[in-house]
């Protein structure tokens, strides 16, 4: 076992499934709209009720992945360039955990440009 994993994720892990909850959420209810045709389709097939199912969930998952999120501590007068680059998120693409050193406030700020799909609901 890993010394690391008996204390749980840290705070900056925590804050990256927080900013990345909604696209998750979203994410799974498609899933679910998507299962449930599979299922449908074995069972004298989709209604129309479960295709409007699933254009809302894909709908969601879109408008989810195009929302801006503005972390809260932006208020505090925290600026761009004085937030400190304290960790990496894990998910592939090079997304940052950044602190700012005046609040101590976390972001997660993800890389749209390198691919990275959660990238989509980062902090202005």
Do not use: F, K
């Not at 927080?18 to 004298?44: C, F, K, Q, R, V």
């Amino acid at each position: 076992m890993n010394p690391d994993d008996r204390h749980g994720p840290s705070a900056s892990d925590l804050a990256a499934i927080e900013a990345e909850w909604p696209l998750i959420a979203a994410e799974l209810d498609l899933l679910d709209a998507e299962i449930s045709l599979i299922y449908a389709a074995d069972h004298g097939g989709p209604s129309p009720l479960d295709w409007r199912r699933l254009r809302r969930a894909e709908a969601r998952v879109t408008r989810t992945a195009t929302t801006t999120v503005r972390p809260s501590w932006s208020a505090d007068g925290c600026v761009s360039h004085s937030l400190a680059v304290v960790g990496w998120t894990g998910c592939g693409y090079g997304c940052e955990i950044v602190r700012c050193p005046g609040c101590g406030g976390e972001q997660v700020l993800h890389r749209t440009e390198d691919g990275c799909r959660a990238g989509r609901a980062h902090a202005a």
